[in-house]
């Protein structure tokens, strides 16, 4: 199963390093069944398509990498999402935690990684503005929902697994 794992620079330098990422359980995000039945209650075309489905996990690690960002005063002020493929039988959806949220059972080796998605630099004032104010978007402020939804109307960069070295390095 594809799985997408909200994370930072810093986490990206941890996966080269020691050649995998996390410590189980490991959160990421999903095409879970819960993400499937959401996107055929509320898409106007029944068969959401694979694709659209897997951006929208997508997204959700993006926002919850946002977090991470904010929790981490010295990490890069990009978000980074890293895709991987996990078998099933190492994944379990938390649908109690949010509909695209899953657990691992085990750390993510480099070997599954299938790419990672990081911004640019022309996101960084976004992020680093939205970044300041995530947690009072989550707790209902509008007016910081609206810094947010500014950073994420960017999207992430795609970048091979044999470049995570070279993007670290840039920023």
Avoid: C, K
Avoid at 108 to 120: G, I, M, Q, R
Avoid at 145 to 158: C, H, N, P, T
């Amino acid at each position: 199963m594809r799985v997408y794992i909200p994370a930072t620079v810093p986490t990206l330098r941890v996966l080269l390093d020691d050649g995998e990422l996390g410590s189980p359980p490991v959160r990421a995000f999903a095409v879970t069944p819960a993400v499937r039945e959401w996107y055929s209650v509320t898409d106007s075309a029944p068969d959401s398509g694979a694709e659209e489905l897997e951006y929208a996990a997508l997204r959700e690690a993006t926002a919850a990498s946002l977090r991470l960002i904010d929790a981490d005063p010295t990490a890069a002020r990009r978000r980074v999402v890293v895709a991987a493929d996990i078998p099933d039988e190492q994944v379990t959806p938390r649908p109690d935690l949010d509909r695209a949220v899953v657990e691992l059972s085990a750390a993510v080796p480099l070997s599954a990684v299938a790419a990672a998605h990081a911004d640019t630099a022309d996101a960084e004032p976004a992020v680093r503005a939205a970044a300041n104010v995530v947690l009072e978007a989550d707790m209902g402020s509008d007016d910081a929902q609206f810094v947010v939804d500014e950073a994420e109307g960017y999207e992430l960069a795609w970048y091979a697994t044999q470049e995570i070295g070279a993007l670290i390095e840039l920023l």
